[in-house]
């Protein structure tokens, strides 16, 4: 066998240990690591996650391996091999959150955090059209510029309490008042006001929005439909051609040499030379 192979096995739970061979998918792991405790709805009833996150962590675990065993390769001519699990990977993600358990302590409750539903500037709010809508930052100042505007500064001091219980009048306060209104009549009330706030839109409403049109994210080549990569390099100034999709849906033509930013320009020259020499 070539010493110099780095070979990286992805699974469920690894290869050793008792449930080397238990068969699973992403739902599965979340649900044996503890994640699906808190991916539940307002009756504490878990849902099934929107987000295959222990498919996502593996990959991503897997990728920074094998760029570590290459790096180690190059100066030790010595290859690998990478055993990666779906729940080792999965499992750190939770430290934010179940802080109290890791500490041996007790489980997180969904109702208490201020991160998955105890705070009321972190919330999902039905809109009056059956739609909804999310505030998503907790900072104070978000709080005091939505309550000052809507004329309740009496709450600004709930927004400041810890989540859980003591928020819930405040809670109250914003679902009835988000349902006087439409989603669309809300996005355009907030679009002046220092908030952390978005309608909540299907993918089909996200991927006519300007935003993506303006990154060039989706792309269509030869006839397919594909989303661009999200990591862009400086030293890279020309893309692929393609074109992207306008709001209307409609196949728009783009420009795929971008300029380079005036900053960029000394170091875009050294970069040159240096690729030059070799």
């Known amino acids: 066998i070539n010493p110099r192979i780095v070979y990286c096995s992805i699974s469920a739970f690894g ?3 008792a449930l080397a061979h238990h068969p699973a998918h992403d739902m599965v792991v979340q649900a044996l690591a503890g994640f699906m405790s808190v991916n539940d709805g307002s ?7 929107g987000t295959p996150a222990a498919d996502m962590a593996a990959s991503t675990t897997a990728l920074s391996g094998v760029l570590m065993a290459l790096l180690a390769r190059q100066r030790t001519g010595q290859g690998d091999y990478l055993d990666v699990a779906m729940f080792d990977s999965l499992l750190p993600w939770c430290a934010h959150i ?7 302590g007790a489980s997180p409750r969904s109702s208490e955090q201020r ?18 809508v999310v505030l998503g930052g907790r900072e104070i100042k978000f709080a005091r510029a939505l309550l000052t505007a809507l004329g309740r500064e009496d709450m600004i001091a709930l927004a400041e309490q810890e989540a859980g219980p003591v928020q819930a009048p405040l809670i109250a306060f914003l679902r009835e008042t988000f349902a006087t209104r439409t989603r669309d009549e ?13 309608p909540v839109l299907d993918f089909r409403e996200a991927l006519d929005e300007p935003h993506v049109a303006e ?10 439909h594909q989303i661009a990569p999200p990591i862009r390099f400086s030293s890279r100034r020309v893309r692929d051609s393609g074109s992207i999709r306008s709001r209307a849906g409609k196949p728009v033509s783009i420009s795929t040499r971008k300029p380079v930013p005036k900053a960029l320009a000394a170091h875009d020259v050294r970069f040159e030379a240096f690729r030059a020499g070799g």
């Open 98 to 104: 179940a802080g109290s358990a890791i500490a041996g």
């Open 15 to 17: 290869q050793t240990g």
């Open 186 to 198: 809300w996005t355009a009330w907030f679009a002046d006001k220092d908030v952390a706030f978005a």
């Open 215 to 224: 990154r060039g994210l989706l792309v269509e080549a030869d006839g397919r």
């Open 115 to 132: 991160s998955l539903g105890g705070a009321g500037f972190y919330q999902v709010y039905a809109t009056s059209d059956g739609r909804h």
């Open 43 to 49: 009756d504490g009833t878990p849902v099934v996650p």
